[in-house]
């Protein structure tokens, strides 16, 4: 998978990247360093969104300061499905109705607890399939350019 922050979820970050050490889960880090004070989160989330889009990884991670610009830059992209999930229960729908490959979160609306747990729920909740998934072919290929 593939993590990324701005500067202003960068804690967040560091946190995470322990967490998922701890999980075995192996992590490309885009950015941004520890020591970054300010950085753009458009730039962060287009990383992690052209790494799913080329198959490099199968999920992403973006912190910025509420998660909101990192789910509205990732969401642009084809393929990637953003959820900005701000309770477990969010994450638990957003995997299993939205099967969401990227999970957005606000290193300033949400303690590091709950964040954590939310990490944690996103990547062991399994996308239900079925009516779920007949719903987001509605709206996968919007535009009409997926090579077939
Ligand atoms: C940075 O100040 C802040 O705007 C950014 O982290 C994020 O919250 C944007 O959605």
């Known amino acids: 998978m593939a993590i990324g922050s701005d500067h202003a979820g960068r804690d967040h970050k560091e946190l995470f990247k322990k967490h998922l050490e701890g999980m075995k889960v192996k992590f490309v ?8 004070e300010k950085a753009n989160y458009p730039e962060v989330a287009i990383k992690v969104a052209k790494l799913i889009q080329a198959g490099e990884v199968r999920f992403g991670v973006l912190i910025c300061g509420t998660g909101v610009g990192m789910a509205m830059v990732a969401n642009r992209f084809m393929g990637v499905r953003a959820a900005n999930c701000p309770t477990e229960l969010v994450a638990v729908m957003a995997r ?3 099967d969401a490959n990227v999970l957005t979160l606000g290193q300033r609306t949400i303690g590091p607890n709950l964040a954590l747990a939310i990490l944690e729920t996103f990547l062991t909740t399994g996308f239900e399939a079925g009516r779920h998934q007949e719903r987001i072919n509605l ?3 919007i535009y009409g350019t997926k090579k077939s």
């Not at 880090?29 to 970054?36: H, M």
């Open 29 to 36: 880090d885009v950015g941004v360093a520890p020591d970054v």
């Open 139 to 141: 709206f996968e290929d």
């Open 96 to 98: 299993g109705h939205n």
